[in-house]
């Protein structure tokens, strides 16, 4: 299967049925969903076929690629390919896609001034930009789709948003952009570097990482492009964009700006910023893994005090991200790996999270938590939803966050002890603004609110149902996800020249010791 396109293809295939989609006239809503559906699950069987192709203990740093001229001036190439923490991530973006769209499957029927045609069309554009964002190895391709994923996520904001929704999407785009300026900049800068290191300007992956390059100039570029995907991720203080984004926009298109697109940030961190600016990352991470003890413990107590669901759960994010990045930047294996899976449960949990409040919403007519009181009597499955998306973004054992999280904790304390220590705080901080949501939602006597509310309809069981199946499996048995990411985490690792941290074994009567013998 690496001789076939396959990565064109699932980059391809829903812009051009975002073309389709958005020329549908008036009438035809229903095809244009049944579209979007068909070929979000065309995309998921495409890429189950190429996670059973894949190699995760390949020689070479990427599987399927591609890799055509494009801009031959300037170094520029069609260049895809993948290695284990991309394919996991575009796994789960695919993943959550049918069930996003059958989640917003009447999200824009009541949107007067524009049609679900167009709602449904710009969702098959992000998802074709989300593909090409993980999957590029030319690193001005991949700028070229990390801009052009904004356009999506700005119109399915203003338009088809809720409340203040051109302020926020507004605020989205000016934060996104000006991040995208310093990168830009920064890569301007490192094609310079290129032409002066290796005689000629590139912008390919293969030969960028472990360039040498002067520790001045690492660190300036290394600011170039950590500014830009702290603004995505989003870490404190560069986040306030975030809960005004996922207050005003879809759960659907929450789902997957927070869930998927806000992945891009972290995963840039390992595939670019790590290899490329080594020496720089070590030299920032104090400040880096910092900044994320602040985003866990900051994000987790503005939290608690939100009354909003949709804003609540959008601070969470800033906590959990600041969990990823203290993982990535911790320069472990078990971190860096952790990290990864962290990502995928954040987006699972999140997605369940983001997903049960619209439901709970769109019945109610308002997102904010003292509207409601009471749900388990009257829905009572709508609650157990609500529940369990509460327990996976808290970390419940046996669900896929609690793997994550106790990975990068294991990972952080290795190299960080206090760090670690310190983002133990958020654990316990998140029980509480879950817990506290919870039970001011759902437990309790009913209240004048909810009363007549009806419980989860077939169509929001199979949207939860396999969301709930994938928390599952990777919280019970994460070993498949775990064997095709540390592959990649160690070959991204050995670019740095930091000691590896081996955890200490005590010695014990009767063990053996390095000659073999009992002691």
Do not use: C
């Amino acid at each position: 299967m690496n001789d076939f396109p396959v990565l064109s293809i699932l980059g391809l295939l829903p812009f051009a049925a975002a073309v389709v989609v958005a020329f549908l006239p008036h009438g035809r809503e229903l095809l244009a969903k049944q579209i979007a559906l068909v070929v979000s699950l065309v995309m998921l069987g495409l890429t189950v076929a190429m996670a059973i192709s894949f190699e995760p203990n390949a020689a070479e740093p990427f599987q399927f690629v591609e890799k055509t001229p494009w801009i031959e001036k300037f170094g520029i190439s069609y260049a895809l390919g993948v290695d284990g923490i991309a394919l996991v991530l575009i796994a789960m973006a695919v993943s959550l896609a049918p069930v996003v769209i059958l989640a917003g499957w009447n999200d824009a029927d009541d949107n007067e001034r524009h049609r679900p045609q167009t709602y449904f069309a710009l969702l098959l554009a992000l998802l074709g930009t989300i593909v090409f964002v993980f999957a590029a190895t030319d690193l001005f391709l991949f700028y070229v789709a990390f801009e052009v994923m904004l356009v999506p996520v700005y119109f399915l904001i203003g338009m088809f948003g809720r409340g203040q929704r051109t302020y926020a999407a507004v605020k989205f785009l000016l934060y996104s952009l000006f991040g995208g300026l310093l990168l830009l900049a920064a890569l301007i800068g490192l094609y310079v570097v290129s032409v002066q290191e290796l005689g000629t300007g590139t912008f390919d992956w293969t030969l960028l990482a472990g360039m040498p390059i002067d520790a001045d100039t690492q660190k300036i570029l290394f600011a170039g492009f950590f500014f830009a995907f702290a603004v995505k991720a989003p870490m404190v203080p560069v986040h306030t964009w975030l809960p005004d984004a996922a207050a005003s926009a879809t759960p659907a298109t929450s789902t997957l700006l927070v869930g998927v697109l806000d992945k891009v940030a972290t995963f840039a961190m390992l595939r670019l910023v790590i290899p490329i600016f080594p020496d720089a990352s070590e030299w920032a991470a104090p400040f880096v893994v910092t900044l994320a003890v602040i985003s866990i413990v900051y994000g987790a107590l503005v939290a608690i005090g939100q009354t909003d669901m949709y804003r609540l759960i959008a601070y969470t994010s800033v906590s959990h991200f600041g969990f990823i990045i203290l993982g990535i930047f911790a320069f472990t294996e078990i971190g860096g790996s952790g990290s990864v899976v962290y990502m995928v449960a954040h987006g699972l949990s999140t997605a369940a999270l983001f997903l049960v409040a619209g439901f709970l919403v769109r019945r109610r007519g308002s997102s904010l938590i003292p509207s409601f009181g009471g749900v388990q009597r009257v829905a009572p499955l709508l609650a157990g939803f609500f529940l369990l998306a509460g327990l996976s973004s808290l970390a419940m054992p046996g669900l896929a966050s609690f793997v994550g999280e106790l990975t990068v904790l294991i990972g952080s304390y290795q190299r960080w002890p206090v760090a670690a220590g310190i983002a133990v705080i958020g654990i316990v901080l998140s029980s509480l603004y879950v817990l506290i949501m919870y039970q001011r939602v759902a437990q309790g006597p009913e209240t004048e609110n909810v009363k007549g509310m009806r419980d989860a309809v077939p169509r929001e069981v199979v949207v939860f149902a396999p969301i709930l199946a994938l928390t599952l499996a990777v919280g019970i048995f994460p070993k498949p996800l775990f064997d095709v990411v540390n592959p990649a985490i160690e070959r991204t690792f050995s670019f740095l020249q930091v000691a590896p941290v081996e955890p200490e074994v005590p010695a014990t009567d009767g063990a053996m010791t390095e000659g073999g013998e009992n002691s």
